[in-house]
């Protein structure tokens, strides 16, 4: 086909901006992707991230910076959690730096949750970081009320279902961070018992959750 | 080696590089088939996963692994659902939704794109989904006739009649919205006059 013909067709139907996907998305998918299929071929690697790899991402985090002292300048807080008329609180998360004082937040308005948030190349070790997490079942359609993490997120917030959690259970909730200190993923379940710590290892595995197989 | 090669021996690293090369075609060929954008999302990730699984197919030798990949994408989009369950588990793990920061051009580029998916939906849609598929291939995309053939895994002159159809089908709406709008700015036209006529006769 020549180019004048396909420049016809295309004034049938014209669009003015080629549709894109973010950078972040970008990044977060091909990890997910490549963390995938080396599961299949049976031969995880550990290695550090390329600088060719970083190089998209810390670009989306040097042209972001400029629009930060404009928004956290005016005195936007690094995170907000708000009580909804349902009983559910909405978090909205600005900058994904520190998570200890959201849990705290959190804990202070009665949800017994672990927040934390992994970087870009990185994860949490152990995985899974409770023997007795609900099942993927259990957690997203529970057979009383609503799931913990109400889906889909309206973004940039979150919102999140306190009475979810029973007595003697614990809520976790990982957050992918990109370079520029954005929350880029979420994953979240409930535990029966204790949660292990999250120590942050170098991983190119899918930064978010256990490892496949956990529920079955 | 080529990377085609790579790619059929099981080389992770020269798939990596095919991610990064056809992740943006497929996913602008996968939000233009769907006109979702999650959807289109959950399309680019399987059409890897299935490219990965059906990577011993590709023979050794040829070109641009272009049309291969947009073909399985074609596909995907055409049965996402089916695509969905065979990787049930992996898209369990896949992470979704992100916010997008306001200050970017990404989100401008969202809405615009939006703006776009709802203004050409209905003519789109207005064609059978093997004219849409030819269409967004060589069109959009910028397939040659030849390379569409091969990615839909048809004759190039089942190509070449699909995109005429979709081509007779476009034009004819093309001229139906024209003389759509000509009777509108009539009718319009002589609304404005009786308005005016009232208001100097109240």
Same mark, same amino acid.
């Given at each position: 086909?020549?180019?004048? @013909?396909?420049?016809?067709?295309? #004034?049938?139907?014209? $669009? @003015?901006?080629?549709? &894109?996907?973010?950078?972040?998305?970008?990044?977060?998918?091909?990890? $997910?992707?490549?963390? @995938?299929? &080396? &599961?299949?071929?049976?031969r995880p690697r550990r290695r550090p991230l390329r600088p060719a790899l970083l190089? =998209?991402?810390?670009?989306? #985090?040097v042209a972001v910076a400029v629009g930060v002292p404009a928004l956290l300048g005016g005195g936007t807080p690094a995170y907000a959690v708000s009580k909804n008329a349902d009983g559910t609180l909405t978090i909205t998360i600005n900058q994904a730096k520190d998570p200890e004082p959201l849990e705290a937040t959190l804990r202070g308005m009665g949800v017994n949750a672990v927040v934390d948030y992994i970087p870009v190349g990185k994860r949490?070790? =152990?995985? =899974? &970081?409770?023997?007795?997490?609900?099942?993927?079942? @259990?957690?997203q359609h529970p057979a009383d009320g609503r799931p913990f993490l109400i889906w889909p997120p309206d973004e940039p917030e979150f919102r999140i279902d306190p009475a979810a959690v029973k007595p003697g259970q614990t809520a976790v909730l990982e957050f992918s961070v990109s370079a520029d200190e954005k929350t880029a993923g979420i994953w979240a379940n409930i535990s029966n018992g204790p949660v292990a710590p999250c120590t942050l290892v170098d991983s190119d595995e899918a930064p978010l959750g256990p490892p496949p197989g956990w529920d079955g | 080696? *080529?990377?085609?090669?790579?790619?059929?021996?099981?080389?992770?690293?020269?798939?990596?590089?095919?991610?990064? /090369?056809?992740?943006?075609?497929?996913? *602008? %060929?996968?939000?233009?088939?769907?006109?979702? !954008? *999650?959807?289109?999302?959950?399309?680019? *990730?399987?059409?890897?996963? /299935?490219? !990965?699984?059906?990577?011993?197919?590709?023979?050794?030798?040829?070109?641009?692994?272009?049309?291969?990949?947009?073909?399985?994408?074609?596909?995907?989009a055409r049965n996402?659902?089916?695509?969905?369950?065979?990787?049930?588990?992996?898209?369990?793990?896949?992470?979704?939704? %992100?916010?997008v920061p306001d200050f970017t051009d990404e989100l401008i580029d969202r809405i615009h794109a939006a703006e776009w998916l709802a203004a050409i939906q209905e003519a789109f849609g207005s064609l059978r989904r093997q004219e849409q598929e030819v269409f967004a291939l060589c069109v959009w995309s910028e397939l040659d006739h030849a390379e569409a053939a091969q990615a839909l895994g048809v004759a190039v002159g089942t190509v070449r009649s699909r995109l005429s159809r979709a081509r007779k089908k476009l034009e004819k709406l093309a001229a139906e919205r024209q003389r759509a709008s000509v009777r509108r700015q009539v009718k319009g036209d002589h609304d404005s006059v009786v308005r005016s006529v009232r208001e100097e006769n109240p």
């Open positions: 086909m020549n180019k004048g @013909e396909r420049e016809a067709l295309a #004034g049938l139907l014209p $669009f @003015e901006v080629e549709p &894109r996907l973010p950078n972040g998305r970008h990044r977060v998918l091909k990890e $997910f992707v490549m963390s @995938e299929i &080396r &599961r299949s071929a049976g190089a =998209p991402a810390l670009a989306l #985090g949490c070790s =152990p995985q =899974p &970081r409770s023997t007795s997490f609900l099942s993927r079942q @259990e957690a | 080696m *080529s990377l085609r090669a790579r790619i059929r021996d099981g080389d992770a690293e020269a798939f990596e590089a095919l991610f990064e /090369e056809m992740a943006r075609p497929v996913f *602008s %060929h996968a939000l233009r088939l769907t006109g979702n !954008w *999650s959807a289109a999302e959950d399309v680019l *990730s399987l059409t890897f996963l /299935e490219a !990965w699984r059906l990577r011993d197919r590709l023979d050794a030798d040829g070109g641009s692994l272009r049309p291969w990949v947009l073909g399985i994408a074609t596909n995907v996402l659902r089916r695509a969905a369950r065979r990787y049930d588990d992996a898209l369990a793990r896949m992470p979704r939704g %992100h916010p």
